[in-house]
């Protein structure tokens, strides 16, 4: 069946360092692909997204390009701010009827 | 635009009890979901409507749970009778229209089951 597999947390960096998030998914067919971020006390916010392959999605200074020759959705951001610690999730639709979450990579960023 | 309402944000109960949560979505979108998140864990799927109708409510424990979406608006999710293993973030989430369009949460509600 599809999953959505992604690195465990947490990941702790210091401000302006570079961030790699991995993601990958098993699918059947061509799911979009998304990252959704939870700040503390927050809900789930969609951060970026792709819907074919080779697609970037970018956002807020974060990116992530579509790979279907290794299946993969990884996030990255040049130089993270402390702001940006968070939890953040990989996803994946199932063509369009459901979405599957990978567990989530909580962010540490210090000043 | 108003965002995704939910209520309560936090329940306490004791195994055995019953409880419901409200659910009212983004004005104008089709799609509604409710998650269960387990700490440490992310979201999973309970049951997705579209407008009124059930679209796929295939992990929903329907010895316990029960979810309606009356009139294609506003949704309930109730659990009769709960479980310890129930504690949980309940989220509710609307989009347009599918799952590949995005998704809008709720703030969820927190389940402790005593």
């Known amino acids: 069946g599809n999953s959505v597999t992604q690195m465990e947390g947490p990941v702790t960096l210091s401000e302006e360092a570079f961030l790699t998030i991995n993601c990958t998914y098993t699918?059947?067919?061509?799911?979009?692909l998304f990252w959704y971020v939870q700040y503390p006390g927050e809900g789930l916010q969609l951060l970026l997204k792709?819907?074919?392959?080779?697609d970037k999605g970018s956002n807020k200074g974060f990116e992530a390009t579509y790979r279907k020759e290794t299946t993969s959705f990884h996030l990255e951001k040049g130089s993270v701010q402390v702001s940006d610690s968070a939890v953040y999730f990989c996803?994946?639709?199932?063509?369009?009827?459901?979405?599957?979450f990978g567990a989530g990579t909580r962010l540490f960023v210090k000043a | 635009e108003a965002g995704v309402a939910q209520s309560p944000r936090y329940k306490i109960i004791e195994k055995r009890q019953s409880v419901a949560f409200w659910c009212n979505p983004i004005?104008?979108?089709?799609?509604l979901y409710w998650y269960q998140q387990i700490l440490g864990q992310g979201p999973k799927l309970l049951i997705q409507?579209?407008?009124?109708?059930?679209?796929?409510d295939s992990q929903l424990p329907k010895d316990r749970f029960s979810a309606e979406r009356l009139k294609g608006v506003d949704s309930t999710l109730k659990i009769q009778p709960a479980k310890l293993e129930d504690s949980a973030v309940y989220l509710c989430?609307?989009?347009?229209?599918?799952?590949?369009?995005?998704?809008?949460f709720g703030p969820g509600t927190r389940l402790t089951v005593t």
């Open positions: 989430a609307s989009s347009l229209e599918s799952a590949s369009y995005e998704q809008y």
């Open positions: 699918a059947t067919g061509y799911p979009s």
């Open positions: 792709a819907t074919k392959a080779d």
């Open positions: 996803a994946s639709d199932t063509g369009g009827f459901k979405t599957i």
């Open positions: 004005s104008g979108h089709a799609t």
């Open positions: 409507f579209q407008n009124n109708g059930v679209v796929d």
